[in-house]
């Protein structure tokens, strides 16, 4: 994983939390104690946090401040059931694909 991933995940953790707490960004932004254009840089990558904003982040979105980091670890539980679907297809065709391959 590089940093751009790394931004990517917290990014969208951030705004995910952001949206199911209700908060818009300038309510977000204020509790945090940094600018509305901040937040929306942080939101698209744009910008890095530093540690101190990140703990603050995480106490008022009410999580860890590792699950700001981790990939899936703020989905919904429609979301999860959307990707282990995925997932369960995608190794279904795998196996059918290596079947056909011994088979031949």
Do not use: H
């Not at 890095?48 to 979105?61: G, M, Q, R």
């Not at 279904?92 to 694909?97: D, G, T």
Request: charged share 30%; net charge negative; aromatic share 4%.
């Amino acid at each position: 994983m590089d940093e751009q991933e790394l931004r990517g995940i917290l990014s969208n953790n951030i705004k995910r939390c952001r949206l199911k707490n209700n908060l818009s960004q300038l309510a977000l932004a204020e509790k945090v104690d940094i600018s509305t254009n901040f937040l929306s840089d942080i939101e698209r990558c744009k910008a890095w946090v530093s540690p101190n904003t990140i703990v603050k982040l995480a106490s008022i979105l009410d999580i860890e401040p590792y699950e700001l980091f981790k990939a899936d670890a703020l989905l919904s539980d429609t979301e999860r059931s959307i990707l282990k679907q995925y997932s369960e297809e995608n190794l279904k065709a795998v196996l059918s694909v290596m079947n056909q391959l011994r088979e031949n």
